[in-house]
């Protein structure tokens, strides 16, 4: 079945610091999603992509779609306190129902 | 996401109980999910509706039910509740766009232990 890796598992930063994250895929995807879940709440999107190549920005955050279709990436630039949290990548191939969520990223920022 | 409104948002309750999670969603969409999260693990799809007549198990719909009322309430019902169903649970609602599945919005979960 499909599988979505995504790594860092975790990471620690310094304020200020950019961060990268990313999703590959055992197989090809037409739509990549971000998502940030802080404890006790829902996963708040953050950024979607539709098209290979794609290069989307929503404030500080970058999000790409790969161009072979099987991963993404988001870059954080100048972290901040309230970017803690635990970051997912979603995918969803166009033939099936579902997205196929990543285990997520926790992100931990050092003031 | 204020659109998706889950109730309750924390329950308590005894292994053999039925419990039943409700959602509901003023974004107007046709689809609505039911997942679960569990430390360690993705959110894994339990059921899904793409209108009120269409109700269709996910990956592990074992254990559960579910109801669409409305195009705007999907409830989840566990009818005899068992520790190993002790998780997050979420409900979300898509549209489809341009051609693409759209994006899945969340409402804030709910947390259910049993004992």
């Known amino acids: 079945g499909q599988q979505l890796n995504q790594s860092p598992q975790s990471m620690f930063i310094q304020e200020g610091e950019d961060v990268s994250m990313n999703c590959t895929s055992s197989?090809?995807?037409?739509?990549w999603l971000w998502y940030k879940q802080d404890p006790g709440e829902g996963p708040v999107l953050l950024i979607a992509?539709?098209?290979?190549?794609e290069l989307t920005s929503n404030g500080r955050l970058t999000a790409q779609f790969g161009i072979t279709r099987k991963d993404s990436f988001l870059n954080i630039s100048a972290s901040i306190p309230s970017d803690v949290g635990i970051y997912f990548c979603?995918?969803?191939?166009?033939?099936?129902?579902?997205?196929?969520f990543g285990t997520g990223t926790r992100l931990k920022v050092l003031a | 996401d204020a659109d998706v409104t889950q109730t309750p948002r924390n329950r308590i309750t005894k292994t053999g109980k039925r419990i039943m999670l409700e959602c509901s969603q003023t974004?107007?969409?046709?689809?609505m999910y039911w997942y679960r999260q569990d430390p360690g693990l993705g959110l894994r799809l339990i059921y899904y509706?793409?209108?009120?007549?269409?109700?269709n198990k996910g990956e592990i719909s074992d254990g559960y039910s579910v109801s669409r009322q409305a195009q705007a309430k999907f409830s989840l019902s566990l009818e005899s509740a068992i520790p190993n169903q002790t998780a997050l649970y979420f409900c979300?609602?898509?549209?489809?766009?341009?051609?693409?599945?759209?994006?899945?919005?969340f409402g804030d979960g709910t947390r259910l232990s049993i004992l």
């Open positions: 979300a609602t898509s549209d489809p766009t341009s051609g693409h599945e759209g994006p899945q919005h």
């Open positions: 197989s090809i995807f037409n739509t």
């Open positions: 992509l539709y098209k290979a190549g």
């Open positions: 979603a995918g969803h191939s166009g033939g099936t129902y579902k997205y196929i």
């Open positions: 974004k107007g969409h046709d689809r």
């Open positions: 509706s793409f209108d009120v007549k269409d109700i």
